[in-house]
């Protein structure tokens, strides 16, 4: 690309649409907001006048079919994504979307299909990824296996309490009047009872950031080992043996947000301490421990790391990408995995 502003277009100015996506691509360097398409028109034109957005579109296919955009933001329910995003791949452009890529597998493979077919890129909203500790830890990571300084990596452990994920990150929101409109949703899992796909949906919903990260800190691919019939616990194992678990809120805290991951080695580890998602200008905290022993003083080490929030590097990350200036954190090859993973959960537990 030449070094003209990223033209981006919206579909959807919601509660994460507006709070997690849109006030972050505003005025960041190097990014234009074009349009936006909303199907509320009073929210449409409030979100527009408030973010300085020139043009404000009914519908994802109005907005299509006037502007020309070097990539899009649709942040949607993904429940949504299977109808909704081969339309907007189409298009032939970049496509940014929450996560995950689609409510079922199914969902997802329709997804991927048109992406294909249309040579556009789809970059997956898993913003841990893109948080400042998490970026350094995984640094860290790569080079401590590669020099075999600490050892090998012998277990992954996340730990994802319920809590408050929001931390006012809503606040200044701008809302409007007038009913919802409906909305077109994706047929449910064809493998699944009712009853069985509504448990792998709230699954997906909450813990699906945690199922990536795993992969994310293993450096591979794994599998489900063990899933705890009572909910609390799923043990994985990567492709090289390296076991993992993640702990699904065997507490919960009301003012607070408690999500950490600690890889360990033979000797050492590399911590996390990750903010609530929607928390402004707070990256998150990494410390890497190093006992090498023979008479050697063990040395942790906590960078200081810039005021960044994931949400904001997330942006920057997709506006870069744009300009093949960096590679999405996750696309959607990788996030049908997780999808994987997750119907692999509930196979397990549910035993269907």
Known sequence: MDERPVRIGFVGVGSMGQCAHLRNYAGLPGCEVVALAELRADVARKVAARYGVPAVYESHRQMLEHEQLDGIVASQ?????????PELVARGVPVFIEKPLAGSIESARKVLDAARRSGAW??????KRSDPATVYARREIDSLRTSGELGRLTYVRILMPAGD??????????TGEGEAPRLEWDPPAPDMPANVFEKYTRFVN????????MRHMLCEGYEVAYADPSGVLLVVK???GVPGVIEMSPYSTTVDWQESVLVAFEKGWVSLELPAPLAVNRPGKVTVYRDQGGGRTPVATTPTLPWVHAMKAQAMTFVRAIRGEAKPPCDAEEALEDLVVAREYIRMVEGV
Do not use: C, D, K
């Open 77 to 85: 329910p993904f429940a949504r994504h299977g109808t909704l995003l």
């Open 122 to 127: 789809i970059m997956v909203g898993y913003h």
């Open 165 to 174: 994920w929001i931390a006012e990150g809503f606040s200044g929101m701008v």
């Open 206 to 213: 909450y813990y699906i950031h945690q199922v990536n990260l």
């Open 238 to 240: 990567s492709r090289s």
